[in-house]
């Protein structure tokens, strides 16, 4: 068991003013089997009401609405956390096991599945891990070269990309050999963003691998969404109205 220190600050800048927008944030980390939170604030930079719910896939939701015009929405997580990764959760949702947006293969990846499948026997931890190594040989981690809504057969087609697509590439398989999967936003110690890994089912629970890294999932790992894939665990979602074409999004975090 580890107790963590953790910060996680956005800034999200439109290139024109907004107005009427409505989001939900995906950013308080939950109490978990394997994560409990001893403390978190959350500060939003406008002075804005808003409402706590939680998801399907058990993650806390924050809602606000801004109704003058604006041009940033910066918001700032700070807590501690207790991490146990000897710990897991026995709860399965069938929807993890059948493939969804980002994870759907193309007949590339279900050809790429199906000349591995044989080569390894064994239980779901074996396959898991047998996979990721795989991948890890195959898969060029390069920044820039994917985005947010890169897919796993996209991302497959290109062998590059961040662990976003690590994460969907690995789902994908998984699921295609019979393997329920889960996709997991956090923090890690070894970046300095955001990162994402992918929980497994066992048989009787829910495993940790990163296969970014290439490494089983320790107590250096902060949950803060889950979900079938990068779509269910957005760190932000909303709606707005106003003449902008993009936003950036600056992101920077903290585990110690």
């Keep these: 068991m580890k107790t963590l220190n953790f910060s996680f600050a956005t800034k999200l800048t439109f290139d024109d003013y907004v107005h009427d927008h409505s989001f939900a944030l995906r950013v308080i980390p939950p109490d978990t089997e394997a994560q409990k939170i001893l403390s978190c604030s959350l500060n939003i930079s406008s002075s804005v009401a808003t ?12 809602a606000g609405y801004i109704q003058g015009d604006h041009r940033f929405l910066d918001f700032e997580i700070k807590g501690t956390a207790e991490v146990d990764s000897s ?68 991302a497959f087609a290109m062998r590059a990309g961040v662990c976003q697509d690590f994460s ?19 923090l890690a110690f070894c970046d300095g963003e955001t990162h994402s890994w992918v929980e497994y089912w066992t048989g009787d629970h829910w495993e940790g691998i990163d296969p970014a890294n290439n ?38 975090s903290v585990l110690a």
């Excluded at 409402?51 to 924050?62: H, L, M, P, S």
């Excluded at 990846?109 to 396959?127: H, I, M, Q, V, W």
């Excluded at 902060?222 to 074409?245: E, H, N, P, Q, W």
């Design 51 to 62: 409402k706590q719910t939680i998801d399907a896939f058990g993650n806390n939701v924050t």
């Design 87 to 154: 710990k897991h959760s026995t709860f399965l949702m069938p929807c993890y096991l059948y493939q969804s947006e980002f994870t759907a293969p193309d007949e590339e990846l279900k050809g790429f599945y199906s000349e591995l499948k044989d080569n390894c026997t064994g239980k779901p931890a074996d396959r898991a891990v047998y996979f990721s190594d795989i991948l890890s040989d195959l898969i060029e981690y390069k920044k820039g070269v994917t985005t947010t809504a890169t897919t796993a057969a996209e």
């Design 168 to 186: 969907h590439i690995l789902i994908s398989l998984l699921r295609m050999d019979g393997i329920p999967a889960r996709y997991i936003a956090g």
């Design 215 to 252: 490494c089983p999932v320790n107590d250096d790992y902060l949950v803060i969404s889950m979900g079938r894939d990068f779509r269910d665990c957005a760190i932000d979602r909303g709606v707005m109205f106003g003449r902008y074409t993009q936003q950036l999004q600056l992101v920077r």
